[in-house]
């Protein structure tokens, strides 16, 4: 059973930083994609960013180019999201995901692909 835990939201001032965390239980960490994802009040989730197994590489949805940083440590099974530059906009519960089939054609921001969840983490961005 992979558990996925999420740390790190909280209440920030318009162009502060956060810095999330999951820990995943899993045996072979550097074999699943991790992602976040993000759902805004009364908006459908959406996806932020993915840093792919066996290092694939990372990506990120467009609005958070440049303001948002994905890494993963392979060894702690940790993915982080550094997210600097907040807007109030970033406001919204983000998941932490686990997607455990690998492949460089995967589709990563596709929510559908990742079986594994979070409980989510709350993060208010404040004007």
């Known amino acids: 059973q992979v558990q996925l835990v999420e740390s790190g939201g909280g209440l920030v001032q318009a162009g502060g930083s956060l810095r999330l965390s999951c820990a995943a239980s899993?045996?072979?960490?550097?074999?699943?994609?991790m992602a976040w994802f993000r759902q805004a009040q009364g908006k459908e989730r959406e996806f932020v960013a993915a840093?792919?197994?066996?290092?694939?590489?990372?990506d990120y949805t467009d609005s958070v180019k440049g303001r948002f940083t994905i890494s993963r440590d392979n060894a702690k099974n940790t993915v982080y999201l550094q997210m600097n530059s907040l807007k109030p906009e970033d406001t919204a519960v983000y998941y932490c995901a686990a997607d455990s089939i690998c492949g460089p054609y995967r589709d990563y921001n596709r929510a559908a692909n990742y079986f594994y969840w979070g409980q989510g983490t709350q993060v208010t961005v404040s004007s």
């Open positions: 840093a792919r197994c066996r290092g694939f590489g990372t």
């Open positions: 899993v045996r072979t960490f550097r074999d699943y994609t």
